[in-house]
């Protein structure tokens, strides 16, 4: 695709996000781009009635809660030819499509911008690297690596303190992708792409972050309810060879405890799950605790 003017994506209270080619919305670079009328649509009228919400409103649940029902899908953001597009897809979601949905509209309330551009710019800013689509690599596939890299450009951070709940430490060790190709469209059709993600795998290795193990979930004390706030994305860490993140979804606390709300593959859903958060681990074997990340104001 040719690159067309670049333009600075500016949200507002944090760092200019990275130049990106303001052809994705011209009629030029449509190819870039794909979403349904209805998404375009519903996206415009979260943010319309977002602008007319106090500024006090907890947006991270606010529009978590407006696709509660959504049928979970997987691989949506997959094409049928295999190019990269930035795919808006409200209709159907998986954890991660959940996550970033709710996390550009967010971004969007947090700083007045209430346009369908808009939440195009922050969705390209949170899903790529730096915020520049350059082909399949340049997605942020694992969860560890999305976190830093919003990080970097100021849109999240992660939450790693106080000690206690942030009792337990993961080491990354991620080769999944790599390891297992065949399992991904795009590294099928473009073996080149796999050595890419493998040196991407290198880079996140060995690298450390404090999370909160389940057992420290059982009891709803005061620490961990100070530490974790309605609305704050959970990513659940595992002990899956190759995999950081298992799982994502939004906090939601309840009087008996945390509460998940997520898009589930078992419901078929996004749903706020009945059950505990340290209840739904202890179902999950292999989930360990949970890393807590804040989406900036």
Known sequence: MKRAVLFLVALAGCLKVCAQSEAILSAESQASCSYASSDSSLIASL?????????????????????????????????????ERLVVNTRQLDCTTLVENVTALTLCAYRSLYTFRDYLNALMSLRYRQGRLDGYPSRLHYFTDWIADNTLMQLVDEVQEPVPPFTAVQEVHVNYMSTHPQAYQALRQHPSFTEVIRQQEDSLTGRTFRYIPKSALATPTPALRQAVRDGDIIAITCSKPGLDIAHLGFAVWKDDGLHLLNASQIRKRVVEEPMTMHQYLQRHPSFTGIRIVRIRR
């Open 47 to 83: 943010l319309d009635e977002a602008s007319r919400q106090p500024r006090t409103t907890d947006f991270p649940l606010f529009f978590a809660c407006k696709f509660l029902g959504v049928p979970y899908v997987a691989h949506t953001l997959e094409t049928s030819d295999g190019r």
